[in-house]
């Protein structure tokens, strides 16, 4: 993903940005989405927070992160059935602004944090196979395409 070319820059009707950035998440099965990825120019993303709770953050940044990292499986939007082991701090201190222009502070840890530093990272044009050793990766590639084909095969939509 190219980084987010807009910082700070206000989005034109937030409230409906925000349907269209979880419309397209929820429609591509993700846990969190950055307007980079769908081709938006503006730095903000969506993501859960729990099962049933999300939140779309307008101008992100993380102040703090935890010296704790957790190493989990990933996957990625841009990345259909790629899942790769990636370490990440289990803990994030966060800023952004919600659609009303309101800064909010918050702390997430564990899933939350993962999907806030994923989507981080996409604002700031890097991936989560950035991560990970070109051995692991392309092990990781072998499956994927193992994967790609059985849902072609049984007919199912990957995103």
Known sequence: CPPSS?????VPEPQKFNTLMFENMMAHRGLGLSANQIGIPFKVFSMYVTDTEGIVCYNPSIK????????????????????????RPKEVWIEYQN??????????????????HHEMDHMRGNVFVDKVSKLFLKSARRKQKSLLRKAKKNGTRTP
């Open 6 to 10: 807009a910082v700070k820059e206000p």
């Open 64 to 87: 703090e992160e935890s010296d704790e990292l957790v190493t989990m499986k990933e996957g990625c939007l841009s990345y259909p059935e790629l899942y790769l082991k990636v370490r």
């Open 99 to 116: 659609a009303d222009g309101d800064i909010v502070d918050a702390h997430f840890d564990g899933l939350a944090a993962r999907i806030f």
